[in-house]
C-alpha cells in the first residue's frame, strides 16, 4: 500500500463486522463488533490472578499467557458471534500504547490471521479505544455518550493515563491535559499495595474505601498552574508517609495489641478501620483532583458533555461525584458500562472500524509502540 492510498477511507458500513483484537496489558481480550458501533460478542480473558501474587503486572508472564490463550480467545469471540472468517470486513488490533512484549503478541496473531483469511488490517491506539467505548453497545441498549452532544471532553482515566481529551469529533482530538508523572490507575494501585489491598488496586481502594472515612486523613490535591495536567506522584508519598508515621506510632504504642484484636490488621499491621480511613482519603483525593480538572476544563471549554473512560472510571466514587456535578451544572455525563470501562476488545474493533473508514487499512508492516500519543497537547 502507498503512503496516497493509507489516507483513503475504506468503504464500511453498519453492517460490517469487525473482529477487535486486544493484548495490550493483562488481558486477553477478543470481539466482535458491527457497524462500529454494535457489540456482537466480547470475550475478555483476565489475568487478575497470575500478576496478584506479584503485587502488580510482570511483563513476561503477561506476553507469554496473551500468547497461550489468544487463539482460544478469539475463536470464542467468533463462536459466540456466531461469525464465521468469510463474514468479517476486517481485522483491528491495539498496536499501543502498552506492554511492547504483551502488544506484539496480539499484533503478531491478527497479522497470521490476515495472511490466512486475505481480511484487511488496522492498527488502534488502545487510548482511543478507551474513549471510542462510550460511543458502542450491547444489541437493544444506548451507547454512553450522545454524539450529537460533540464536541465534548472525555476524561481517559487507567493504569497508563489521565488524559483529557477534547473530541471535535470522532477521530479528531486535542489533548487538553495529562499527567506529568503517575496516572491514576497507577497511584491507585501503588495505594493499594502500600495498604496491603491486593492487586488489582483500583477495585481494592475502591471496595476499602466504602467502609472508611474521607475526613480523618486528609491527602494533598495537587495543583498545576494555569494548567489541567495532574500530578500524583506527591499524592502517593503522602501516603506513604502517613502509614509509615502510623506503623511507627503503633510499633511503640503497648495499647495496639488490643486494637489490632478488634479489628482484623492491614498494612503495616494497621487496623482494617484505619486501612479503610487511608484508602477513603487517599481516594477522595484522586477523585477530586481529577473531578476539579475535568470540571474546569468543561467550563472554560462550553462543552455540553463530559465522558468517562479508562478502568478508574468504574470508580464509584468518581461517578457519584460527576452525577452530583452533572445534577448541578446540566452537563450531560456518560459512563460506559463497568466492562466497557476496563480493558475490552470491543472498544478496539469499533475504534478500528472507524479508523478504517476515516483513513483506510494498514499494512501488514505494523509496528507497536510502548508510547503512542492520541493527540498534541494544547
Ligand atoms: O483501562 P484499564 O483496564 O487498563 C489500562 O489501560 O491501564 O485500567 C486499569 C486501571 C488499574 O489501575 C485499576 O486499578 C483501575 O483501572 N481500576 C479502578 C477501578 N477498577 C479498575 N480504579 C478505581 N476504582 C475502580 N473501581
Ligand atoms: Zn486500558
Not at 115 to 126: F, I, K, R
Request: aromatic share 6%.
Amino acid at each position: 500500500m502507498t503512503g496516497s492510498e493509507a489516507t483513503v477511507g475504506a468503504s464500511l458500513g453498519p453492517s460490517d463486522l469487525v473482529l477487535g483484537i486486544e493484548t495490550s496489558c493483562d488481558e486477553t481480550a477478543a470481539a466482535v463488533v458491527r457497524g462500529g458501533r454494535e457489540i456482537v460478542a466480547s470475550v475478555v480473558a483476565s489475568q487478575d490472578e497470575l500478576h496478584a501474587r506479584f503485587g502488580g503486572v510482570v511483563p513476561e508472564i503477561a506476553s507469554r499467557r496473551h500468547a497461550e490463550i489468544i487463539t482460544a480467545t478469539v475463536a470464542e469471540a467468533l463462536a459466540r458471534a456466531e461469525v464465521s472468517w468469510d463474514e468479517l470486513a476486517g481485522i483491528a488490533v491495539t498496536h499501543g500504547p502498552g506492554l511492547v512484549g504483551s502488544l506484539l503478541v496480539g499484533v503478531a496473531a491478527a497479522k497470521g490471521y490476515c495472511l490466512a483469511t486475505g481480511l484487511p488490517l488496522v492498527g488502534v491506539n488502545h487510548v482511543e479505544a478507551h474513549l471510542v467505548a462510550n460511543f458502542i453497545h450491547a444489541p437493544g441498549e444506548p451507547a454512553a455518550a450522545d454524539e450529537g452532544l460533540l464536541p465534548a471532553l472525555c476524561l481517559i482515566a487507567s493504569g497508563g493515563h489521565s488524559d483529557i481529551v477534547l473530541v471535535a469529533n470522532l477521530g479528531a482530538y486535542r489533548i487538553v491535559g495529562w499527567t506529568r508523572d503517575d496516572a491514576a490507575g497507577e497511584a491507585l494501585d501503588k495505594a493499594a499495595r502500600v495498604l496491603g489491598l491486593g492487586y488489582p488496586g483500583g477495585p481494592a481502594v475502591d471496595r476499602a474505601a466504602r467502609a472508611g472515612n474521607p475526613g480523618v486523613f486528609s491527602f494533598p490535591r495537587p495543583v498545576i498552574a494555569d494548567s489541567y495536567d495532574f500530578s500524583f506522584s506527591g499524592l502517593k508519598t503522602a501516603l506513604l508517609r502517613t502509614v509509615t508515621t502510623l506503623a511507627e506510632a503503633r510499633a511503640g504504642d503497648s495499647a495496639g495489641p488490643e486494637v489490632a484484636t478488634a479489628v482484623p490488621p492491614g498494612a503495616a499491621g494497621l487496623p482494617a478501620a484505619v486501612v479503610a480511613d487511608l484508602a477513603a482519603g487517599f481516594q477522595e483525593a484522586v477523585v477530586d483532583t481529577l473531578v476539579r480538572n475535568l470540571t474546569r476544563a468543561a467550563g472554560v471549554y462550553g462543552t455540553r458533555q463530559v465522558m468517562l473512560a479508562g478502568g478508574v472510571a468504574a470508580n464509584s466514587r468518581l461517578r457519584d461525584k460527576l452525577t452530583g456535578w452533572h445534577r448541578a451544572s446540566g452537563v450531560a455525563i456518560a459512563f460506559p458500562p463497568l466492562n466497557l470501562c476496563t480493558d475490552n476488545a470491543a472498544m478496539v474493533a469499533a475504534a478500528g472500524f472507524l479508523k478504517a473508514q476515516r483513513s483506510g487499512w494498514d499494512d501488514l508492516e505494523l509496528d507497536v509502540f510502548s508510547a503512542m500519543p492520541l493527540a498534541d497537547h494544547v
